[in-house]
């Protein structure tokens, strides 16, 4: 009897073991999670990258990066860390015979935003997504942004496709890190897709923290609890205006 007795524990301990092992190694599912109370959205896609949107009364915050997962902790570390020293991607445009140095700019929001490039010690207001350069090579610049004169929040008749432009930036102004021209050839500079599209409202995160929990993943900073909502209008697990 005393036999049996310590098998029945020893089962016991051994199951739940597997249980505890089992639960803290459940892998997220990717997609679409959010709150019904406030304007709360995060996407999870499965190449480890994210997707962040929170809306309040007087401001929207956006970012995006890469997530991880350890046990039931999930965290986001975005794309840009600093916005006063945002990254870009400079590359050559292929095939270009023209004598003249021009840049062409992706990523970036020209309807809701000033953007403008430091140039020595010019300031060239883009209206337009291309540069025309008439700098002697080498030359370092900057790529800025700044707000534009904004309807009031409250004027709902006006919103667009950019909620956050109507709402209280957190930023008046961003500015890339130094970008550097060396040869008189064309270029292409990228911005994250999602920093250029809302650059006054990006968030960064640093392993932000959130934790599994059986309906969602919950905000260990605010509190709120994000229920997972399946993959969006698109099949990809991102929200159409989530871009």
Request: glycine content about 6%.
């Amino acid at each position: 009897m005393k036999e049996l007795n310590k098998n029945i524990i020893a089962l016991c301990v051994a199951l739940s073991t597997l249980f505890y092992i089992t639960s803290c190694n459940r892998y997220v599912r990717t997609g679409l999670y959010s709150t019904k109370e406030h304007d709360y959205k995060i996407v999870l896609n499965d190449d480890s990258t994210y997707m962040y949107d929170y809306g309040f009364h007087l401001g929207e915050y956006v970012s995006s990066g890469l997530w991880t997962q350890k046990g039931k902790r999930i965290f986001l570390t975005s794309n840009i860390q600093d916005v006063m020293n945002f990254p870009v991607a400079l590359s050559a445009i292929e095939d270009d015979n023209s004598d003249s140095t021009f840049i062409v700019f992706k990523g970036i929001n020209l309807l809701y935003y000033d953007w403008f490039c430091l140039a020595d010690t010019d300031t060239i207001h883009l209206v337009n997504d291309t540069l025309y350069a008439e700098f002697r090579c080498p030359f370092q610049m900057f790529l800025c942004a700044k707000p534009i004169s904004r309807p009031s929040l409250y004027s709902q008749s006006f919103m667009g496709n950019n909620p956050a432009f109507y709402a209280a930036p957190r930023d008046l102004l961003v500015k890339s890190e130094p970008i550097i021209i060396k040869q008189k050839t064309s270029h292409k500079i990228s911005v994250d897709s999602v920093f250029g599209e809302s650059p006054l409202y990006y968030i960064p995160f640093k392993k932000e923290l959130f934790k599994l929990s059986k309906s969602g993943i919950r905000d260990m900073q605010m509190g709120f609890l994000l229920t997972f909502m399946g993959q969006g209008w698109d099949g990809t697990g991102m929200e159409q205006g989530m871009k």
